[in-house]
């Protein structure tokens, strides 16, 4: 019944609805390792197998592949929780690796005593030599054929931790001529003497991500297990490994592959990111210039906004690397609908209206957001000093200038038609102060002619008086390069761009003293700002989240 065209990870379900699945055998999840935060190709991959679960009524996990405990730790497991349910999903499941693996050995056992793995103890690069190339056949490890006695005493002091750390690993059985280099008798366990986040000392042995992961799938009763493409060769080992344990007449998962979504000027990968973190280039995991899903938060990005940023590119079979202006784009596009209008001059220059009362503040009416009549309005304070951007003015300009110049009108917004009558210089030439001249009967929304006034160009402003000093950080690419780790042989951290950050002091309209720590607002005319966490009672924090227009003209 439904025209709309299916991508090719539906379509797989669809054909297995209509072969091997009922409907209510579908389970997907979302397996991160928590050994990072989550970044914006994370958001591809929860957007996938969470949009399924929705699409077709189906629970989806949240699965912590938790096998590495010399990585991982229970800060990244929170940092990831909170940010699948900042995102707006709801996991079916919270899942652990790590609960399943009396089950892992259990089955590892019985591989053993199926003749189907073995105890190596040789070192990790005596193995690796005799695994041969994709050209080359491999070579049988001398302890392949080792008894099934001597294999499970082995296995028995790796668990207990007898065995010293990295004396043997535990080696499935399959075949070392395979033209598929992951057959050729993969390391299903190593021995790790460290404390896991969840199972503490509990365990000395660590089982391998293929072992681990598709056995992870059946016990969950996974149907599909979604992966990025650079699993496709391990498909055959996540089928065989399944073959040994599936027992008839129960599910037997799937594995799939969709291309990784890159971003350009920046890199997704937990283990990059992780350097920016240690080398001090950014503040942390949640530094708004991350890519990371709390980065873009702190950024001022919304959950719509990397939704449908996901959404738009949808899944692939290639992998590509996206604009980031695509990502800006979507965050620009969610904030002109929500966020209020307000004013703020971030680099200013004073104007005094030379024929309005000193003393006198006046509060006129603003319009919140014309794009959504329920935002309402407020009142702004004007006065005879004011500041308006540096840039509005000029002395002389051709006739393209709309803003403010010697002996021209402008209005100012929500307020009067005010003229430019003279100017005062420092000794640099630089101009410090703009006398001008207003029109009483000008104001915006007072009904007189003089309102209705057309003039060419609007600027924004705020009252000396009044202003809220704001710090307000600028953000510039994080990277110098489009794709900074695509060059092999050059270190990505030469590209690192050293301007990323610019701090500044703004002058707010005093409205927004109201706002609170990730309230979204557009300061008219500059762009899109969000109250940053280091917000003090003293001292305003703006995070710049994108600019009105796209200005990295290509
Ligand atoms: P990283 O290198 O950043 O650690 P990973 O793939 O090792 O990435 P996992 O925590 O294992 O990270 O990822 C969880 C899920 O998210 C996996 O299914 C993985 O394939 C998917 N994923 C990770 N990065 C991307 C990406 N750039 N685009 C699409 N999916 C991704
Ligand atoms: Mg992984
Ligand atoms: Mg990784």
Redesign the pocket.
Known sequence: EEKESLNFIEQIIEDDLKSTHSKDALCFR????P??FL????A???CLNFGLGLRYDAPVNLRF?DTNPAKEEQRFVDAIKSDVQWLGFKWEKECYASDYFQQLYDWAIYLIKEGKAYVDSQTSEAIAEQKGTPTKEGVNSPFRDRTIQENLALFEQMKTGEAPEGAHVLRAKIDMKSTNMLMRDPVIYRTLHKSHHRTGTDWKIFPMYDWTHGESDYIERVSHS???LE?LPHRELYNWFLDQIHEEGTLRPKQRE?????LSHTV????K?ARLVEDGVVTGWDDPRMPTISGLRRRGYTPESIRNFADGIGVGKRDNLIDVSRLEFSVRDHLNKVADRVMAVLDPVKVVITNYPENETEWLDAENNQEDEAAGSRKVPFSRELYIEKEDFREEANKKFFRLKLGKEVRLKNAYIIKAESCIKDENGEVIEIHCTYDPDSRSGSGTEASMRKVKGTLHWVSIKDALPVEVRLYDRLFTEAAPDANKEVDFMEYVNPNSLEVITGYAEPSLKELQVEDKVQFQRLGYFTVDKDTTADKMVFNKTVGLRDSWAK
């Open positions: 979302f397996p991160p390792e050994n990072g970044h914006i190709g994370h591809s991959s929860i592949d979604f992966c990025t699993f969709f291309a990784r979504r890159n997704v990968s937990k283990r990111l």
